[in-house]
């Protein structure tokens, strides 16, 4: 009977132990879709190794590293690895770990022994350097292991296999190289180590793919594996990395109640990852422990700065004042004029004086301090319900001699208008800033005066109206006029309102911002009643032109012109013709030919119905 082939005889391997060697031969050879010779001596197989190869994994400027075959048992692996000590004292391996790649003649000197060490050094954990410089641990690995696979036709053992999983870590590896050493492995029925397997999960984690994790975690457990800190650290950091953050913060949360052991680093990623995705409480509580690390205070300086920078940004208080408390207050570092700029604009959001005050103080030391600054801090103090101090920093505003317009009252509007008790109090700030002998800006006031006469009536805010020239040294604004005849209860006050509009505000000196349509119909039906038409045609002629500005143009396209009925019949009773003006422009706007056309008409029948009710 034929016996078996040769390459599956155990006797013979056991006569023969060289037969291994010949049998792994072949086999790498195999693999790079060459032929082995049968009788090719050990000195002739090595000066005619093949140089090339179908490669998975590729060194630049170098032959691509070709796929490993069948490893000898792990013992070989030992075998004549003794490195050489030389005369100098200097490490055998430490020309192959220079900052610049060994050339081929300086790893033909090198003695497998000491590129194994050099590989053992470079799976170091911790990390290392060469001479004070980092080098290129991807490309060197495989670029090692290609010259003993190739050249040295060393057998691809187990420590070959943790080496290229270990390149794989580096950004450069990818999933498809994890998959492949993995694979390849269990082609040939073999096992991954332990370290192979943690170095697989932390391969993951810069590279992630959920499914290739999920058998790396089954294969650890099958061979009762230890799954250690650095383990689950890969873990957490794989699921931050696929996008996982409530998981990964879940299994984060975990580690942290468990009292595991937890590297400063990993803290420092999810702070980094939380803050630019503003999962800011989460950051907080991340932070709160990371500055529980010892002898660490650069980086936690840094961490601080970084979230004083995206807390401040998004607005978010406690994040804001955790950092800034930590880090400024004690003068441990001083922020850029951008980040105090975003300090004070969450101060003012949230009403937090002080800290408005510190960082308007901050600025002002280092540039000229502007408009939104000193609105800002208003802002902060009406938040908080401190109208002294609002109006106060509008006064200081004013010396400073910075013009205030109505939009730097906009807080202190906010405020009341959210507040109605505190109009009182603001009243009585103002009256009471004036006998300290500062004067109150005109729009300051005004917006008392306008809140006023919203909530209680335009004859409620007469009082004020009327000591503004006192108050201020100038009559009020054009806009607070507006607001009081607008909110005008009886027919008198709006007649002494009209008269005052017309005598204080010349035609074309209305620098006030421009009003909504229903403002504008309110003003000219208010005029029109109050027989004052010049100042109707005014009104008339200032809500044409804002049409034509585009401003608030969905508002002015939904308006029906009500206002225009009423001018209309008026002017044709006193047979006013600037009212053919105000058609002609309105004829003009787009879109309103058909309204125009439409109040025409109808006013002709009205006035056609009132000379046959006459007759």
């Known amino acids: 009977m034929r016996g078996s082939p040769i390459i599956y005889d155990g006797l013979w391997r056991c006569l023969c132990p060289a037969f291994d060697k010949l049998g792994l031969r072949q086999a790498v050879m195999a693999g790079h879709g060459l032929k082995a010779r049968r009788s090719m001596p050990r000195d002739v197989a090595r000066r005619t190794a093949p140089s090339r190869g179908i490669s998975h994994f590729r060194v630049p400027g170098r032959r691509p590293m070709t796929t490993l075959a069948s490893p000898e048992p792990p013992t070989t692996e030992w075998r004549n690895s003794t490195p050489s000590t030389p005369a100098s004292g200097q490490p055998p391996h430490d020309s192959l770990l220079r900052p610049t790649p060994p050339t081929e003649d300086m790893m033909r000197q090198a003695s497998v022994a000491d590129i194994l060490a050099a590989l053992r050094l470079m799976r170091q954990l911790e990390g290392w350097n060469c001479h004070g410089h980092q080098i290129d641990r991807y490309d060197r690995i495989l670029l090692l292991v290609r010259h003993l696979l190739l050249e040295r036709l060393h057998p691809p053992t187990f420590l070959i296999y943790e080496c290229l999983m270990d390149a794989m870590i580096d950004p450069q590896g990818s999933v498809k190289g994890i998959r492949m050493l993995l694979d390849e492995l269990a082609a040939r ?65 975990e580690m942290v109640d468990q009292n595991e052991a937890i590297d400063s680093w990993v803290y420092d990623i999810f702070i980094v990852v939380f803050g630019q995705l503003g999962y800011f409480d989460e950051l907080l509580l991340l932070l709160y422990r990371r500055k529980s690390f010892v002898d660490e205070d650069k980086d936690v300086a840094s961490l601080l700065y970084y979230t004083l920078d995206m807390c401040s940004r998004a607005f978010h208080y406690r994040g804001t004042v955790f950092a800034w408390n930590a880090i400024v207050r004690t003068s441990l570092l001083q922020p850029s004029d951008g980040v105090v700029e975003n300090v004070l604009a969450t101060a003012a959001r949230h009403g937090d004086t002080a800290l408005a005050t510190e960082a308007l103080d901050k600025i002002s030391r280092r540039t000229r301090l502007l408009a939104h600054h000193f609105e800002a801090v208003a802002e902060a103090f009406a938040a908080n319900n401190d109208m002294d ?8 505003m004013q010396k400073n001699g910075i013009p ?62 009327d000591d503004i020239p006192e108050l201020c040294g100038e009559p009020a604004s054009s806009t607070t006029i507006q607001t009081l005849i607008v909110r005008s209860r009886h027919m008198e006050t709006t007649r002494a309102l009209v008269k005052d509009y017309a005598a204080l505000v010349a035609a074309g000196g209305d620098e006030g911002p421009v009003r909504s349509p229903h403002v504008y119909s309110s003003l000219i039906i208010a005029c029109v009643e109050a027989d004052d038409l010049d100042l109707a045609f005014r009104f008339a002629f200032e809500a044409i032109k804002a049409m034509g500005r585009g401003e608030n143009e969905e508002a002015y396209e939904k ?18 013709a600037r009212i053919w003006t105000v058609v002609d422009r309105l004829r003009e706007q787009e879109g309103m030919e058909d309204e125009v056309v439409k109040i025409l008409r109808q006013a002709r029948l009205r006035r056609r119905a009132a000379d046959l009710g006459a007759k």
């Open 389 to 396: 101090g609002a109006f106060h920093a509008l006064c200081v």
């Open 404 to 465: 205030i317009v109505q939009a730097n009252t906009r807080g202190v509007y906010e405020a009341l208008r959210r507040s109605p008790e505190l109009i009182h109090a603001a009243e009585e700030s103002i009256r009471s800033l004036v006998s300290s002998e500062q004067q109150v800006p005109v729009v300051a006031v005004g917006v008392v005066v306008e809140l006023i006469a919203e909530t209680q009536g335009t004859e409620a805010a007469l009082n004020l109206y």
């Open 559 to 576: 308006s029906d012109l009500s206002w225009a009925k009423v001018l209309l019949q008026k002017a044709g009773e006193v047979e006013d």
């Open 189 to 253: 029925d073999m096992k991954p180590s332990s370290p192979m397997c943690h170095s697989a999960l932390a391969a993951l984690s810069i590279h992630p793919d959920y499914v290739l994790r999920q058998q790396v975690l089954d294969t650890m457990q099958e061979q009762w594996f230890t799954i250690g800190q650095d383990a689950k650290q890969s873990l957490v950091l794989g699921l931050l990395r696929d996008e996982q953050y409530e998981l990964a913060y879940l299994r984060l949360s």
